[in-house]
């Protein structure tokens, strides 16, 4: 049996399970399995390593996404990039590489939804965590330019304070990182000026549950272009089955 799965702290709502199930499936891969590892803590990860010395590959979720380093024997040069790790590859010889794939799947899935590239092009990224890190870098290759939004900014970072109609105007593309808006509390999302959206604005959203969160809907309810989480959460899973199966 080759064991994959997720490492997370809570993974009721997890995407990894149902995709990969399916693709064992529809692959016919009877001696595949993907399990969900919950963690309290990640010194808790030698011990899953040790119950499972089958494990093929895993996922990795917040907030274990900078937290596992300390038992990856090496980096893959994507997570050097971002300074994250989504997906660990299992060698041969039991070693564990750290990997990222958010960024490859949030840039595949930003460039048919994005027209606006290179000079004028801006953004404004809502978040922080390992996730913001990856879209960071995803528009750096993309030649966009962009600024972190926190609601505790460090230096060269904006609160949500700063976020007033002029700057939206000179950013057209919106980008929530955070878990504001997931279920199942969706009843939030990031305090934006949401009037001053126009039809020149493009949100994407990388929570994928619900589909369409308040963030979006508030987007749509004013012209803008909206995109949720679940392409690139896909296209993620796929650079990750790629890295395990040496693709």
């Known amino acids: ?41 990640a010194s808790e990860f030698p011990q899953l390593l040790a119950r499972y010395p089958n494990l093929a590959g895993l996922n990795v979720t917040i907030p274990y996404k900078e937290q596992l380093w300390p038992y990856l024997a090496e980096l893959a040069p994507s997570a050097k990039l971002v300074g994250a790790v989504n997906v660990i590859e299992v060698r041969a010889d039991g070693s564990l590489v750290g990997h990222n794939t958010d960024y490859v799947g949030f840039r595949e899935a930003l460039r048919p939804f994005y027209p606006h590239r290179g000079g004028a092009a801006r953004a404004l990224v809502l978040g922080t965590g390992g996730a913001a890190k990856a879209v960071g870098v995803a ?82 309810a004013a012209g803008a272009q909206i995109k949720n989480g679940s392409e690139m959460l896909e296209l993620q899973a796929e650079a990750a089955w790629a890295i395990w199966n040496q693709l």
């Open 1 to 41: 049996m080759r064991i994959f799965g997720l490492i997370g702290r809570s993974l009721i709502h997890s995407f990894s399970q149902a995709y990969f199930s399916q693709k064992f499936s529809q692959l016919q891969l009877a001696d595949y399995s993907y399990k969900l590892f919950e963690l309290a803590d």
């Open 139 to 220: 528009l750096q290759e993309l030649d966009i330019a962009y600024q972190v939004v926190s609601r505790q900014p460090a230096a060269g970072q904006l609160s949500y304070e700063e976020l007033t109609p002029p700057l939206l105007a000179d950013n057209s593309l919106i980008i929530n990182t955070s878990p504001l808006g997931t279920y199942p509390k969706v009843d939030e999302c990031p305090p934006l000026p949401y009037a001053a959206l126009t039809d020149r604005h493009y949100l994407f959203d990388l929570v994928y549950n619900p589909s369409e969160t308040l963030f979006l809907q508030r987007g749509r």
